[in-house]
């Protein structure tokens, strides 16, 4: 049973609007939060994480964004570029234990 | 050489033949993964080697045969696959063997294609 889900595989956004892609997972555990992107024929690159402590973190244009209640997990990504074009992947883990990675959300930025 | 690079980027084999994919990590990092990512499922992850021990196995079949010579090369070993063993496969290393090691730096991946 998957963890860690995506349930949205793609999403269109205009250059220089919000990207919000969306992570949800069931692991009450789980206590640390990372995104990855993927351009194609690279492997996955760390982006941004978070605690459980936390509810946001920041970077640059990156927003990351964490609701333990409803074990949901946000990345903003403002504006949007068209270098932002890629599949971001969520991942999840918990303390001594492995990662658990989501199936991935395709962005496309629209010039 | 820097971050992780994987060899080879793409292999074609048959079900009876025998390869090897092979990764090396240039960041002085003290753990190694291997990832298998077929298309439309996640990332699963297949071996964790931490400090050159083998520490996770994740119910992979024995004709997956991973080795960890030091903290910096990882292989794994591959014999009479199946054609669903097509996917990629993808080389990680991060400072600890688990979240508390950080994020993981991921190879280019390897693109296996079972004959």
Redesign the interface.
Known sequence: D?Q?KQNS?SLSVQEGRISILNCDYTNSMF??F?W?KKYP??????LI?ISSIKDKNEDGRFTVFLNKSAKHLSLHIVPSQPGDSAVY?CAA????????????TSLTVIP | ETGVTQTPRHLVMGMTNKKSLKCEQHLGHNAMYWYKQSAKKPLELMFVYNFKEQTENNSVPSRFSPECPNSSHLFLHLHTLQPEDSALYLCASSQGADRRGGEQYFGPGTRLTVT
Request: aromatic share 26%; no cysteine; hydrophobic share 30%.
């Open positions: 998957q860690v595989p206590d640390y990372l990855y024929a690279e492997g996955p690159t760390f994480s992947f883990a918990h303390t001594g234990n492995q990662f658990y990675f989501g199936t991935g």
